[in-house]
């Protein structure tokens, strides 16, 4: 298994600009998670979803979108990039019912955006 | 709202040495303690974790100490190595989705 993967790694936007940051996980989660991750503060939940078609916003959701189609996929939309948007950004995975006595996320590598 | 509180930032530990990390949090709703260790470029991993009918857990050279009267958990870990040298987040859990709300973060320095 790949577990969670993202993409890209690297990413510089203009501001203004809009991407998709791409998050696939093939552990047949349904319960999947976007965060952001600012220096020295932590990371902080930006959407969630519990299966395909369902999704939710966390504590910090704008500026972004997210949809999930499938339950292998869970992308991150930004439109209109600003510089309070630069982050490294985490996508994270967990199954339904918990696994021997844990609860885990599983997170990916991780985006480095950076909006100039 | 800050409902995760951690403390120190930063910590320097002697090889052989005990390193201890402080979570305080506010809402009694909470129903499990995560501890996620990340190292540079990487995701963070779940380290262990607790629930809060447990008052302390032990796995290897990590324990977590747990407080619910006084809403604190701890993260000590003992024999600190060099490769212990990383961030570590503690987190609580709320909600249908068992979302987690993280502290701050802990970067953890083991002097070899």
């Known amino acids: 298994n790949a577990g969670v993967t993202q993409t890209p790694k690297f990413r510089i936007l203009k501001i203004g600009q809009s991407m998709t940051l791409q998050c696939a996980q093939d552990?047949?989660?349904?319960?999947m998670y976007w965060y952001r991750q600012d220096p020295g503060m932590g990371l902080k939940l930006i959407y969630y979803?519990?299966?395909?078609?369902?999704?939710d916003k966390g504590e910090v959701p704008n500026g972004y979108n997210v949809s999930r189609s499938t339950t292998e996929d869970f992308p991150l939309r930004l439109e209109l990039a600003a510089p309070s948007q630069t982050s490294v950004y985490f996508c994270?995975?967990?199954?339904?019912?918990?696994?021997?006595?844990?609860?885990?996320?599983?997170f990916g590598p991780g985006t480095r955006l950076t909006v100039l | 709202q800050q409902q995760v509180k951690q403390s120190p930032q930063s910590l320097i530990v002697q090889k052989g040495g005990i390193s201890i990390i402080n979570c305080a949090y506010e809402n009694t709703a909470f129903d499990y303690f995560p501890w996620y260790q990340q190292f540079p470029g990487k995701g963070p991993a779940l380290l262990i974790a607790i629930r809060p009918d447990v008052s302390e857990k032990k796995e290897g050279r990590f324990t977590i100490s747990f407080n619910k009267s006084a809403k604190q958990f701890s993260l000590h870990i003992m024999d600190s190595q060099p490769g212990d040298s990383a961030t570590y987040f503690c987190a609580v859990r709320s909600g249908s989705a068992r979302q987690l709300t993280f502290g701050s973060g802990t970067q953890l320095t083991v002097l070899p």
């Open positions: 979803s519990v299966g395909a078609g369902i999704t």
């Open positions: 994270a995975s967990s199954h339904e019912r918990w696994q021997g006595g844990t609860d885990t996320q599983y």
């Open positions: 552990m047949n989660h349904n319960y």
